[in-house]
């Protein structure tokens, strides 16, 4: 097995392009991507997205995505786990590359929501859950996550203020990210007074719609110094599942797809909690970002609320976790935002976070999280010296 | 990278499953696949769907379906590339197990169709080709597929009688096949007198809609004798897109995205069309199933309407073609069709073809296609002796 490298990335803007199809943000974020890295051609493409079919009237992304990339001939591919697709497609991807089947690679994820009416969009992601047992009872992910977050509080004695930093971390980070959809900071009070979605989930405290498109390109390790100084290492990728049905599960408080996701990567890439310097979590709303930090050994089970209220996950503090704006500030266009999460990473291992740089940082993880944790998708990246 | 091999293989019969859903269809090929390898888990799920957001409201099909089977927690994804779903699923495994990543992994594709409306079949499979510029037409793949079958017998002199002898070659095979959705006969004279749909194919020349699920279990060539006495070696595994909007490409009747695959997998198999004892090829009418013979280098282009006229397609011919029935009488569950072409294959070189079999067959060549060809995934197999 090949060592696998990140040799450039891009991404958008989250937001509302109207003006630009679906196949306009995808290529544009590849094409940024494949000029960072400095390369006019890649043999593969692999294209991570929830939705198109539903949101869109398009399926066939692979295709679709090398055609309008200008290169109709590569192999092509698109990969699907709900809001983990982006991550799943840098997980094949780095596999592809790893084989030695291909050499250049390129993963992206796409998502076009602000073209469709909002049931549309809730329906779609709805469809991450089991269509029998959970979509058709008409809750929604919001809602799921309510009732996580109602009884996080209850057996841990958290308050929802204590939460909602969380969301308000995600704000800061993204006020010098030029590519968040809402660069703007915010306050616990002005989460507690936004409207109440799903008890006790407020407005300000779940990510919004949006549109978006993120890539990297990825080589063997042992080529990756034709193209950049500063090749970013893929130290592990790793998937793993869990029951679908939420109620199902042993625990409703721990995503055993993420612990199950995170022992592999860390023996894989052979760190430890403890060596991580800079953190990305599929944060669909606090309470979920705070379990994930549990979940991924940061911190004990429990106690995750009270890291995050002490500010360990700003930056400067033990462990800045998503320091460009996570979900809920940088934005969620599903298929995109795992893809979006190792993008980040890899400005941070470069040095090239500008104002929101985490000083020193060797080690990043991404989680990336499907419907309400059926899926999980670690990646760990590492600076390449 | 490591040598891969198939250990075991399932399949449902296609046709009209309206007591099951979409995950029994997947977990009762899959499991039959799991107990004909003889091994009760696998490390990696790879499922191949088209349609299930349009036509079952579901999503997330990799950890639905890791969960349907009873192994939660592992690997598992969902690949999409229109109704090249099923073979690149199985591309994708053979790469995940390549890599040293996965040891075991079980590859399958599922399509359930006849739950939906005809319209909304219709509208799912037209999602493959482009939006903007042929869907919104209106028209049908099997419209796109009549201007191709005009232009060939104008440009080669073929008459249609010809060409629907590669349909009725389908229907003669399908009878032995105990999967099959259509095992009957049909004569040059039944699809002349079956309904036009778009001039000149006819009803007979046309795949039905039906539901269905394959999978074949796989793991590294070095481990395939702990598992069975007759492993079978994927001795290629490629994919090649092409424009996805017809009018745009070069030839209409050449499909470049077949020709791409189909160079690679030959290099990296180390054959040539001449080393290939039996094929499957995606025949969503006739005469896609006769230029795909031309493509794929068995006879030159033009001439591959003689060559099944001439009966060399059959069982005992030079190159006995679509040995279970192909999509037209097998069946052509989008998103499965490309994993019963390799499971198929299968039984062909462990000479477990019975009435059907190949005498001494050992290369064998599946090609399955995504829309009218902006994506091929070729693999050949051979008797691992």
Avoid at 366 to 375: D, E, F, L
Wanted: hydrophobic residues 45%.
């Amino acid at each position: 097995m090949r060592e696998v490298a990140i040799i450039g990335v891009g991404c958008i803007k989250v937001g509302e392009h109207w003006d630009k199809s679906l196949r306009q943000l995808f290529a544009e974020a590849a094409l940024t991507a494949l000029e960072d890295a400095g390369v006019d051609r890649v043999d593969g493409v692999y294209v991570g997205n929830l939705a198109s079919a539903t949101l869109n009237s398009q399926q066939h992304l692979g295709a679709l995505m090398a055609d309008a990339m200008g290169m109709p001939g590569v192999e092509a591919v698109r990969v699907e786990a709900a809001d983990a697709s982006g991550g799943v497609a840098v997980h094949e991807a780095v596999r592809a590359v790893a084989s030695g089947m291909l050499d250049l690679a390129v993963a992206g994820g796409v998502e076009k929501m602000t073209d469709a009416k909002l049931p549309d969009v809730e329906y779609a992601i709805m469809m991450s859950e089991r269509r029998e047992y959970v979509t058709h009872t008409g809750v929604t992910i919001t809602g799921l996550n309510a009732i996580t977050a109602q009884l996080y509080m209850s057996r841990f004695g958290a308050k929802y203020e204590d939460l909602v930093l969380f969301s308000v971390n995600d704000h800061k980070n993204a006020v010098n990210n030029p590519y968040a959809q809402y660069p703007f900071p915010i306050t616990v009070e002005r989460v507690l007074e936004s409207p109440m979605v799903a008890d006790p989930i407020r407005l300000l405290d779940t990510p919004g719609v949006g549109d978006g498109a993120a890539a990297v390109v990825l080589c063997p390790m042992e080529r990756a110094g034709e193209f950049t100084d500063t090749p970013i290492r893929v130290g592990a990728s790793t998937v793993a599942t869990d029951v679908v049905n939420p109620y199902e599960r042993e625990e409703l408080l721990t995503l055993s797809s993420t612990r199950t996701a995170a022992e592999r990567a860390y023996e894989m890439a052979g760190v430890t909690p403890g060596d991580v310097d800079v953190v990305e979590v599929h944060d669909n709303s606090s309470v979920m970002g705070v379990i994930a930090l549990e979940d991924l050994g940061f911190v004990e089970k429990g106690c995750g609320h009270k890291f995050v209220a002490e500010g360990e996950i700003e930056i400067g503090g033990k462990l800045p976790t998503n320091t460009f704006g996570g979900l809920k500030a940088r934005g969620h266009p599903w298929g995109a935002t795992g893809v979006y999460q190792v993008v980040e990473l890899v400005w941070q291992l470069r040095g090239e976070a500008g104002k929101n740089q985490v000083d020193g940082a060797e080690v990043g993880l991404a989680q990336n999280v499907g419907g309400t944790g059926a899926t999980s998708c670690i990646h760990i990246l590492r600076r390449a010296d």
